[in-house]
């Protein structure tokens, strides 16, 4: 498909009533045209908003009343069609998705630092491109790509909801949706399917400075292919590398350079937090893995065991843990 629409053609020339037919067509002529006849409603769509855009820009803002008698439409509906217009420039629409596509992401807007703060800035146009190349390989629905986009602005709202806490935590258990390149492993995918992915820079900029405690300890989950880009994510987060347990899975699962049966478990502090006790956990705990990507319960018993003391918190939390707070959004939140 391309964005350019034929509606005059040697067989077909199109008139106010309908199509002047000037010869018989081939099959392969007469389904192009449906193709083009398909398009037109989303065609309509775009000019219709380009056209109120373009009114405004002349004539100011009270042209809805006026566009709604000409067209037939209501002025909300118009006042939907210029915002999606004014938002996407002609390079950015991708004319093998819908209008309605288009509609879905124009809302997303970025998180970013200002001043030190963290806020809601300007629309995330390179975080609506990629929802939109997503939609377009996956061939997701309308219907599908509302709820992917539905499920990341909750993830902002928890980002908020965590950057205001008044809380400072000295014990920080993290499970990151990590998004691979184009080599995602086999034995990764179960999280793609039940998180929004999220990028490396994204991860980064949680704001998890601002809610550890001056003296800190932070458990992050990782897998090999990450291991080095997690050390980016630990020192952004204000904490250094000093251990790891390996969870070894018992079952195995095929991956580019090995046969992957295990995750790491990064330990990290900030400041002076070395365990409140002195029991030694054996490094490598092998436990037979469950279901979309869970963690045995081993791990927070250690957790528990080591610093029974101070605040805690657990990052993409997936349920409600008696004294855990929890970020995400697969838990119900606790204030």
Not at 136 to 149: A, F, H, Q, S
Not at 168 to 197: C, S
Not at 308 to 317: M, S, V
Request: charged share 30%; aromatic share 12%; proline share 3%.
């Amino acid at each position: 498909m391309t964005k350019e629409l034929e509606l005059t053609t040697p067989a077909y020339n199109i008139t106010r009533v309908g199509l002047d037919i000037q010869r018989a067509t081939t099959l392969d002529e007469w389904r192009k045209y449906g193709d083009a006849l398909k398009a037109v409603d989303e065609a309509k769509q775009w000019a219709i908003g380009d056209w109120l855009v373009d009114g405004k820009s002349h004539y100011g803002d009270g042209l809805y009343e006026e566009a709604s008698k000409l067209l037939g439409l209501e002025e909300s509906y118009l006042n939907k069609l210029k915002q999606t217009s004014a938002h996407f420039k002609m390079e950015f629409r991708t004319p093998f998705l819908s209008h309605a596509h288009h509609a879905q992401v124009a809302s997303i807007k970025k998180l970013e630092e200002r001043e030190g703060e963290l806020g809601y800035g300007d629309y995330d146009l390179e975080k609506q491109q990629e929802f939109l190349r997503d939609a377009e390989k996956e061939k997701y629905t309308v219907r599908e790509l509302r709820g992917i986009v539905d499920a990341y602005k909750k993830d902002q709202q928890e980002v908020m909801r965590l950057h205001n806490s008044p809380e400072k935590y000295r014990v920080i258990y993290a499970d990151p949706p990590w998004k691979y390149g184009n080599t995602m492993p086999d034995y990764f995918t179960e999280q793609a399917d039940h998180y929004q992915l999220m990028s490396l820079d994204e991860i980064k900029r949680l704001p998890i400075k601002s809610i550890a405690a001056d003296n800190a300890v932070l458990f992050l989950w990782v897998t090999s292919p990450i291991l080095e880009e997690s050390f980016e994510v630990v020192r952004a987060w204000g904490f250094q590398y000093k251990a790891s347990f390996v969870w070894d899975k018992v079952s195995h699962n095929m991956g580019h350079y090995n046969s992957v049966r295990h995750e790491l478990l990064l330990v990290c502090t900030r400041g002076a937090c070395t365990p409140d006790e002195q029991q030694l956990f054996d490094s490598v705990v092998s436990i037979e893995r469950g279901e979309h990507s869970e963690k045995p319960e081993e791990f927070r018993n250690i957790i528990n065991t080591l610093y029974p003391k101070g605040n805690r918190i657990e990052l993409f939390a997936r349920k409600q843990t008696e004294g855990w707070d929890v970020f995400g959004n697969e838990a119900n939140n606790v204030s």
